[in-house]
């Protein structure tokens, strides 16, 4: 069953039950920057973070999407403001496909005793850093479903850096607000992976003809983000990991005109486009 059609069969039997927006959570930390003392200080931290994901209901309307989420915290050092211990952090999040964000300025409070929840009124730094993040990859998830569907979530994210930016711990939060813009905005990479997925459940189901109406729309996508926001690293990213399925695809179905407009959309990529052109020669 393709990715869509298992969404609108959750929503058809949908339930007051706990809704599992995010399926596995695989959380890393680098602490070797850390004193002895300050790595006791968060050893419940990982189990607390995968709770925190698993746990809390993101979005009512999208149920059973069971997104993987793969974190990873290097632990700089602690500052001390007032009698809170402050750890200084670099930070990497992905749904270990085509969503990844890095964030190279974190701070935040944590005491071990303390259960991380989301308050949509009282901010508070880690588990708003971490909701802020959470509705990133939900956005994009959801952006595969739906035309603009991660609208709300990409707002939720926004309302969070604004609070973060107004509170007293004010740093990357600045950046975090920029961010969520610029992804919300970037409406041809919204575009090109809605039509992507689309594709690829189409071609499953043998239908040649509407994949290649969704591959040129997501082609579309790619130019348009390319126009309104340059080389932007989203859409870099989202080109490099799907690049192979797309060369190879687009040469099982003989499209040798698609290939060389995807060679000028994707430069970095040219020689795999290229190869796949080759490989149609022979």
Same mark, same amino acid.
């Given at each position: 069953?393709? !990715?869509r059609k298992? @969404?609108l069969?959750a929503l058809?039997? &949908?339930? #007051?039950?706990?809704l599992? %927006?995010?399926?596995?959570?695989?959380?890393?930390?680098e602490?070797?920057l850390?004193?002895?003392?300050? +790595?006791?200080?968060?050893?419940? @931290?990982?189990?607390?973070i995968?709770r925190?994901?698993?746990?809390?209901?993101?979005d009512?309307?999208?149920?059973d999407l069971?997104?993987? =989420?793969?974190i %990873?915290i290097?632990?700089?050092?602690?500052?001390?403001k007032?009698n809170? !211990?402050?750890?200084?952090?670099?930070?990497l &999040?992905s749904n270990g496909?085509d969503?990844?964000f &890095?964030? $190279?300025s974190v %701070?935040f409070?944590?005491?071990?005793?303390t259960s991380?929840y989301?308050d949509?009124?009282?901010? /508070?730094?880690l588990?708003?850093f971490l909701?802020?993040?959470?509705?990133?990859i939900?956005?994009? /998830?959801?952006d595969?479903?739906?035309?603009?569907?991660?609208?709300?979530?990409?707002?939720?994210?926004r309302?969070?850096a604004l *609070?973060?930016s107004?509170?007293?711990?004010? !740093?990357g939060?600045?950046?975090?607000? $920029?961010? =969520?813009d610029?992804?919300n905005?970037?409406?041809g990479l *919204?575009k #090109?992976r809605?039509?992507w997925?689309i594709?690829?459940d189409? @071609?499953k189901?043998?239908d040649?003809?509407?994949?290649?109406?969704?591959i040129n729309?997501?082609?579309d996508?790619i /130019?348009q983000?390319f126009?309104?926001l340059?080389r932007?690293n989203?859409?870099q990213f989202?080109? !490099?990991v799907?690049?192979?399925?797309?060369?190879?695809?687009l040469?099982?179905?003989?499209q =040798?005109?698609?290939l +060389?407009?995807?060679k000028?959309?994707?430069?970095? *990529?040219?020689d @795999?486009? %290229?190869?796949?052109?080759?490989? *149609?020669? $022979?």
């Open positions: 069953m393709g !990715k298992s @969404l069969f058809t039997f &949908f339930s #007051s039950s706990l599992a %927006q995010f399926g596995s959570v695989e959380v890393n930390f602490t070797r850390l004193r002895s003392e300050e +790595k006791q200080d968060i050893i419940n @931290l990982k189990n607390g995968i925190f994901f698993t746990t809390t209901t993101w009512e309307s999208y149920s069971t997104i993987p =989420v793969h %990873q290097v632990f700089e050092g602690v500052t001390i007032g809170e !211990k402050i750890f200084n952090c670099q930070a &999040f496909a969503i990844r &890095f964030d $190279k %701070q409070y944590y005491n071990s005793g991380l989301y949509p009124v009282l901010f /508070e730094p588990s708003g909701a802020f993040y959470a509705n990133l939900l956005a994009g /998830e959801i595969t479903y739906e035309f603009n569907g991660g609208n709300y979530a990409y707002e939720m994210a309302d969070i *609070r973060g107004a509170s007293d711990y004010k !740093k939060w600045s950046s975090r607000i $920029k961010l =969520v610029d992804l905005r970037n409406m *919204r #090109s809605l039509a997925y594709a690829m189409l @071609l189901d043998g040649i003809e509407r994949a290649l109406e969704e729309s997501m082609m996508g /130019e983000s126009q309104d340059g932007d989203h859409t989202f080109l !490099k799907h690049s192979e399925t797309i060369a190879r695809t040469a099982m179905l003989g =040798v005109e698609l +060389k407009d995807m000028e959309l994707d430069p970095d *990529r040219r @795999l486009y %290229q190869d796949a052109l080759d490989s *149609r020669s $022979k």
